[in-house]
């Protein structure tokens, strides 16, 4: 498939019948192949009837979903044994897929497209890390072991901040750079004032960035974007959202840049960060304590650190190839529609 431009980016209108029916008279698509998790039922239907080819790529069923349920199978079943093609991340979710109702026939393993992604990031994120904080540029910098705290939510800085207040209470040198999940001016000034208090050096993100001064203790990402890129100039990477209702954010940022991670327990079942766990390259961390513990253990010990963060990223290396088999999967599908 040749490489383009996106024409339109939009979210997906309520699943009505007129709006489906509108939305596939304007578009009027060969193909139409949804990502990662949810059909749309209505719009499936509508489709179908007008002789679109179905499709969904990177295709996921955790076995705790709730579209397991009897009430969301019933629901759910029509659409799923609508779907001419799904490619699943892994056998499982392509079995469980299958009892959701997708047919055999229409089912393959393909991977999910998102390690392809974060790889391909993680390939120019070292240049645009340092073009954002500029002391990354410096080998001093390389001194003083540094984590990058990303997607933070207020209930994983609760934990993450303590564990900080240990770690320098023990007199370890690290710096943090930490970029919360929501960077808004409230947020931004209530981590101000627990430096404050503690008498800990830090300062935002555009300021490190216009200034040749030597960087604090925090630096706080204050704009959105960039983290992806920060990652690879850390040494260790703590990924939000293990503290928070909504779960764990990305953890294959961090690892694709060949950094360790560590999480809090909402991380647990999740595929991607279970896979790193399992390899050495993670751990789950509970308490303020714990996650302390992890941080001296990683921070004191950088022949260990440096291994985990190659067990990372060989996690990442071994999902590749995803992309390209979820193209040649909607190529198939056109080729369908035009027979």
Do not use: N
């Amino acid at each position: 498939m040749a490489a383009g431009l996106v024409d339109v980016a939009d979210v997906l209108p309520f699943d009505t019948a007129d709006a489906a029916d509108v939305l596939l008279r304007t578009f009027d698509p060969r193909a139409l192949v949804f990502g990662k998790l949810d059909v749309w039922p209505t719009l499936v239907e509508r489709a179908a009837a007008r002789g679109v080819r179905l499709g969904m790529v990177s295709a996921t069923l955790s076995a705790a979903s709730g579209r397991r349920s009897p009430l969301a199978r019933a629901l759910l079943r029509d659409a799923y044994a609508r779907l001419d093609a799904v490619g699943a991340i892994a056998p499982g979710d392509a079995e469980r897929l299958g009892e959701l109702g997708v047919r055999a026939a229409a089912l393959s393993v393909t991977g999910d497209a998102r390690y392809d992604q974060a790889w391909a990031r993680a390939g120019t994120a070292l240049e645009a890390a340092r073009a954002a904080v500029s002391a990354a540029r410096d080998p001093a910098w390389r001194l003083v072991p540094t984590l990058v705290a990303g997607s933070t939510w207020p209930s994983d800085e609760v934990v993450l901040l303590a564990a900080w207040d240990t770690i320098r209470a023990r007199g370890m040198r690290a710096r943090m750079i930490l970029a919360p999940h929501e960077p808004t001016e409230p947020h931004l000034a209530a981590t101000e004032r627990w430096a404050a208090r503690r008498g800990v050096s830090i300062a935002r993100l555009d300021a490190v960035g216009r200034k040749g001064a030597p960087p604090p203790e925090v630096i706080l990402v204050d704009r959105v974007g960039v983290l992806a890129d920060l990652y690879a100039i850390g040494d260790l990477a703590y990924v939000g959202g293990g503290f928070h209702a909504a779960g764990v954010h990305s953890v294959l940022e961090p690892a694709a840049c060949g950094v360790p991670v560590l999480v809090g327990p909402h991380a647990a079942g999740t595929r991607d960060a279970d896979l790193l766990v399992a390899a050495g390259a993670a751990h789950v961390v509970t308490t303020p304590l714990a996650l302390a513990t992890r941080l001296r253990d990683w921070i004191e010990r950088p022949a260990a650190r440096g291994a985990a963060g190659e067990k990372a990223r060989a996690i990442v290396r071994t999902g590749l190839g995803a992309a390209e088999r979820s193209a040649a999967l909607v190529e198939r599908l056109l080729a369908l529609s035009a027979g």
